[in-house]
């Protein structure tokens, strides 16, 4: 199996940065894809973005373009969540996960493994 850990979360003003990390472990090799959702309070789980371990392709929701960046470090075998310009419409909870395929994948129901999750709390 894979094990996803994320870190990075915190409190941050409007306007701020932070950076978050996906940490996995296991059988990686059987994983082409990471992908970042996030769940706001009372909200469903929602895709920001996705990324291609073997070539770094990404794809990202709407919402996050130009904002959020997700890079990977594969010696590290490590994703990473660049997050500027925060809103208060951020704050959430942030999951990383892991699947098989290799298609840009945006639903929950496409991957096969999910970290615990790190809350990211935006003020204004």
């Known amino acids: 199996q894979v094990r996803l850990v994320e870190s990075g979360g915190g409190f941050v003003q409007a306007g701020g940065s932070l950076r978050l990390s996906c940490a996995a472990s296991?059988?990686?090799?059987?994983?082409?894809?990471r992908g970042w959702f996030r769940q706001p309070p009372g909200k469903e789980r929602e895709f920001v973005g996705t990324?291609?371990?073997?070539?770094?392709?990404?794809y990202y929701a709407d919402s996050v373009k130009g904002r959020f960046t997700i890079s990977k470090d594969n010696t590290k075998n490590t994703v990473y969540l660049q997050m500027n310009s925060l809103k208060p419409e951020d704050t959430a909870v942030y999951y990383c996960?892991?699947?098989?395929?290799?298609?840009?994948?945006?639903?929950?129901?496409?991957?096969?493994?999910w970290g615990q999750g790190t809350q990211v709390t935006v003020s204004s």
């Open positions: 990324i291609t371990l073997r070539d770094g392709d990404t």
């Open positions: 296991g059988r990686t090799f059987t994983t082409y894809t």
């Open positions: 996960a892991a699947a098989w395929g290799s298609r840009h994948l945006t639903m929950t129901s496409e991957y096969d493994y």
